[in-house]
């Protein structure tokens, strides 16, 4: 079994940043792409960013040039740093990954989210 863990969310001020860690644990072959998404209050979730196991990236347009995801591929884990945050961005913030198990394929995954709120 493979679990995805999320971690850095928080409380932030208007401008500020905050970087969100998501580490996947458990017994797998290989991580394929993995991302972040987010729901606010009565909206359906979003993609924000996604990114390939070789590092081509995806960016909701809401979020270019203030969010960057990144990842360590040795460490089975993707970051997202959220600079110039607005209130807007407001939500849980939720990391999938496409996970390929011995014997089971490739399953997708989301961890269990993690709040950012942005105060104006």
């Known amino acids: 079994q493979a679990q995805l863990e999320e971690s850095g969310g928080g409380l932030v001020q208007a401008g500020g940043s905050l970087r969100l860690s998501c580490a996947a644990s458990?017994?797998?072959?290989?991580?394929?792409?993995m991302g972040w998404y987010r729901q606010a209050p009565g909206k359906q979730r979003e993609l924000v960013a996604a990114i390939t196991r070789g590092g081509s990236t995806t960016y909701a347009d809401s979020v270019k040039g203030r969010f960057t995801i990144s990842r360590d591929n040795a460490k089975n884990t993707v970051y997202l740093q959220m600079n110039s945050l607005k209130p807007e961005d407001t939500a849980v913030y939720y990391c999938?990954?496409?996970?390929?198990?011995?014997?089971?394929?490739?399953?997708?995954?989301w961890g269990q989210g993690t709040q950012v709120t942005v105060s104006s």
């Open positions: 458990g017994r797998f072959f290989s991580i394929s792409g």
């Open positions: 999938d990954a496409n996970i390929v198990r011995y014997g089971s394929g490739q399953l997708h995954y």
